[in-house]
C-alpha cells in the first residue's frame, strides 16, 4: 500500500495519419471558441479575493488549483469581448489565456488482427476468452519485448532472464494514467486499477459532432471513466499489467503496482477536413470510426494535481501540445506558467511525472517558436522513442545512421538536447502478428491492452448512425479507430508507449526504496540509463535507455 497518505490483437496494418494538432481544427470549425480561460495569479496560491477580481473582469470561476494560483474562468456572455483583456490589466494576476485542447501523440502505427477476440457483447468479462495461459504474450513470445528490453525480467516469471523483478515488481506503489479512461475489466488491469475518475465532458462548440463517448448517467455531465478509445488500456497495460494465474496474456513492467485512472482526454470527432485527408466519405459513423482523442489543458492540470492527492508515486502523460513560446501575458504564458506550477507542485508533494516526447519526427531544438507541455516542462521527464534491436526498422531515420543489433531511434518520435529525458520503446515496423491458437511472429509493435468499450454494449453500426448526441443505446466504441472496436489486445506504436514504460521502471525503483523523494528517483532513472547511439549524453536519446536493472540496483 502505498505509504503517502491519500489527500481528498490477416495482420493488416492500419496506418494513422499524423493529421495537424486538433486543438485550432475543432474549435475553427465550429467557429467557436472554448469560452474558458486559465488564470495565472502572482501569488503562489490563489489570493483570497480571487473570485472577487474574477467577477469585476466579468467572468465566473468554473475550477480551482488553489494550490498552485491557477483557476479556471468563464466569461459572462455581455463580457466576453474584453474578458481576457481585463483580466490581464489586474496586477495581482501575471497571464490569462483560453483554455485549449491537448492531444495524445498519436500512434505512428495501429496492427488489427484476428486476435482481437471481439465479443459482441461482455458482460460479464469472458474468462477465460482465449485457450492460452495467463502472461502467455511475455513467457511464450516475442510480443512483449519491449519489457524485457529495459530489464524488467526475473522474479521467477518464465520468458526472460534475470532483471529487475528479481528484486521487486512495484509492490507499494501506484502509477497514475492521465490519459483516455482504461478498461476497467481487463484481465491485465483490474486486478491492480484502484482508482477511477473522468474529468472529462462533452461540449459539441470545443469538440465538435457527434459525441463519441457513452457519457455517465450517474454523474452528468462527465463522461464514464471506461476507455472507449483505447489508448489509456493500451498505455496503462505496458506501465503494470498484472502477472500470474487469473490474470491476462500480458505483463507491465511494474506487474505489481497499483493504477490510477484519471481519464484527461475523451473521444474527439474526426472533422470533415480530416475525412477529406483520409479519402473517407464525411457521416457521423465515420466522424467517431476516425476519431482521435483530445482534452482540455485545465482538465489535464486538474488530472495531475488529483492524481497527486490520490497518493500517485508516478504520474503517466501520453499527451502533449505546442504552445506559442511563453509570450509575457499571454499567447502561451498562462498554460507554461500553469503547468509548470502544477509539476512543480506535485514533485515537491510526492510524485514524480513522465511526459511523451511526441510523435512529429521533430527536433525540438529548432522549434523555436513553440514550446511542447507537458514534455518541454522542467518538471517533467520527456520520453523518446526506440525500435526492437531484434528487428532492424525497414527506413530507419537518416538523422541516426542504425546497424543492425542496435536500438534505432523510432522515425517519428521527437527529440532534442533540451528534453533532458529519457528513450525508451516505442516500437516501429515490422508488425508481426498473432494467431487466435497463439502463433506469433517476431514484432517490432507494442503489444498491449485495448479499450472493449462499455460492458453490456456491441460495436456501432453504420445504419442510421445519429449526427447529434451519443452512440446509439447499447452501443459504445472501444479500440482505436479500426473495424474492429471492442478489442482486447492490440499493437501500436509511438513514444505514448516509451512513456509508461519508464514510468514502470520509476515504479520500481521507487518500490525498493520508499524513502526516495521525486527528485532521488528522477536522478537515479537517468544515471542508470543505458548509453546507446553516441557516447554521453545526445540528442536522440538524451540520458539513454531505461534500465530497469541497473535503477533497481542503484535504488537500494
Given at each position: 500500500?502505498n ?21 485550432s ?16 495569479f ?10 472577487e477580481r ?12 488553489g ?11 455581455e ?7 481585463r483580466?490581464r490589466?489586474d496586477a ?7 483554455d ?23 458482460s ?10 495467463a ?19 526475473g ?19 501506484s ?13 491485465d488491469i ?10 472529462t465532458?462533452?461540449?459539441p ?11 455517465d448517467p450517474?454523474?452528468?455531465?462527465f463522461?464514464l471513466?471506461i ?25 507491465g ?5 497499483q493504477?490510477?485512472n ?11 477536413a480530416?475525412?477529406k485527408m ?10 467517431c ?26 504520474i503517466?502523460m501520453?499527451?502533449?501540445?505546442g ?21 512543480n507542485?506535485v514533485t515537491?508533494n510526492?510524485s ?13 531544438d529548432?522549434?523555436k ?9 522542467p518538471?517533467?521527464?520527456?520520453v ?13 531515420p537518416?538523422r541516426q ?5 542496435e536500438d534505432?531511434l523510432a ?10 529525458g ?18 506469433c ?9 485495448c ?5 453490456g454494449t ?10 447529434t448526441?451519443?452512440?446509439?443505446v447499447?452501443?459504445?466504441w472501444g ?25 514502470g521502471?520509476?515504479a ?18 537517468q544515471q ?12 536522440l ?7 530497469a ?8
Amino acid at each position: 500500500m502505498n505509504t503517502r497518505k491519500r489527500r481528498s490483437l490477416s495482420a493488416a496494418v492500419v496506418v494513422i495519419t499524423l493529421l495537424a494538432s486538433s486543438q485550432s481544427t475543432a474549435q475553427r470549425e465550429s467557429g467557436t471558441e472554448s469560452q474558458r480561460v486559465i488564470v495565472v495569479f502572482r501569488a503562489a496560491t490563489l489570493p483570497s479575493d480571487a473570485d472577487e477580481r474574477v467577477s469585476r473582469a466579468g467572468g465566473t470561476v468554473i475550477a480551482r488549483l488553489g494550490e498552485v494560483g491557477v483557476l479556471v474562468a468563464a466569461p459572462l456572455p455581455e463580457a466576453r469581448s474584453n474578458f481576457l483583456g481585463r483580466l490581464r490589466a489586474d496586477a495581482a494576476i501575471v497571464a490569462a489565456e483560453d483554455d485549449q485542447l491537448i492531444d495524445f501523440p498519436r500512434p505512428a502505427a495501429v496492427g488489427i488482427e484476428p486476435f482481437t477476440i471481439e465479443p459482441d457483447t461482455h458482460s460479464p468479462h469472458p474468462s477465460p476468452f482465449v485457450p492460452l495461459p495467463a502472461d502467455y504474450f511475455y513467457t511464450s513470445t516475442s510480443q512483449q519485448w519491449a519489457v524485457k528490453r529495459v530489464g524488467a525480467q526475473g522474479g521467477g516469471i518464465a520468458g526472460g532472464g534475470a532483471g529487475a523483478w528479481d528484486v521487486t515488481k512495484g509492490a507499494g506503489t501506484s502509477i497514475a494514467i492521465l490519459d483516455t479512461g482504461v478498461n476497467t475489466l481487463h484481465p491485465d488491469i483490474a486486478p491492480n486499477l484502484v482508482f477511477n475518475a473522468a474529468l472529462t465532458s462533452d461540449n459539441p462548440a470545443i469538440f465538435g459532432t457527434p459525441n463519441c463517448e457513452v457519457p455517465d448517467p450517474a454523474n452528468p455531465p462527465f463522461d464514464l471513466p471506461i476507455d472507449q478509445m483505447g489508448h489509456g488500456s493500451w498505455t496503462s497495460s505496458l506501465a503494470a499489467a498484472a502477472a500470474g494465474p487469473g490474470t491476462g496474456l500480458l505483463i507491465g513492467v511494474a506487474p505489481q503496482a497499483q493504477i490510477l485512472n484519471v481519464k484527461v482526454l475523451r473521444n474527439r470527432p474526426a472533422t470533415a477536413a480530416e475525412l477529406k485527408m483520409l479519402g473517407v466519405p464525411d457521416t457521423p459513423f465515420n466522424r467517431c470510426l476516425f476519431r482521435t482523442a483530445s482534452g482540455l489543458v485545465s482538465w489535464v492540470l486538474q488530472g495531475i494535481l488529483l492524481a497527486n492527492a490520490q497518493g500517485a508515486d508516478v504520474i503517466s502523460m501520453s499527451l502533449g501540445a505546442g504552445i506559442p513560446r511563453n509570450i509575457q501575458g499571454g499567447g502561451g504564458a498562462a498554460i507554461w506558467s500553469a503547468f509548470n506550477r502544477v509539476l512543480n507542485f506535485v514533485t515537491s508533494n510526492g510524485s514524480v511525472v513522465v511526459a511523451a516526447a511526441g510523435n512529429a519526427a521533430t527536433d525540438l531544438d529548432r522549434a523555436k517558436s513553440i514550446v511542447a507541455v507537458p514534455a518541454d516542462s522542467p518538471g517533467a521527464i520527456a520520453v523518446t522513442a526506440t525500435t526492437n534491436p531484434a528487428l532492424l526498422p525497414p527506413t530507419p531515420p537518416e538523422r541516426q545512421p542504425c546497424a543492425p543489433g542496435e536500438d534505432c531511434l523510432a522515425y517519428y518520435s521527437n527529440y532534442g538536447t533540451s528534453l533532458h529525458g529519457v528513450a525508451a520503446p516505442g516500437g516501429d515496423f515490422p508488425a508481426g502478428g498473432c494467431t487466435v491458437d497463439g502463433v506469433c511472429l517476431p514484432t517490432g509493435f507494442l503489444r498491449g491492452a485495448c479499450g472493449a468499450g462499455v460492458p453490456g454494449t456491441i460495436a456501432p453500426s453504420s445504419a442510421g448512425y445519429p449526427a447529434t448526441g451519443p452512440p446509439p443505446v447499447g452501443t459504445s466504441w472501444g479500440c482505436f479507430n479500426s473495424a474492429t472496436q471492442h478489442a482486447w489486445y492490440i499493437q501500436a506504436t509511438g513514444t505514448s508507449a516509451s512513456t509508461p514504460l519508464a514510468g514502470g521502471v520509476l515504479a520500481l525503483i521507487k518500490s525498493v526504496n520508499p524513502t526516495l523523494s521525486p527528485r532521488q528517483m528522477t536522478r537515479i532513472l537517468q544515471q542508470t540509463a543505458e548509453d546507446i547511439g553516441k557516447v554521453g549524453y545526445d540528442e536522440l536519446f538524451n540520458f539513454g535507455l531505461v534500465n530497469a536493472t541497473a535503477a533497481v540496483t542503484a535504488a537500494r
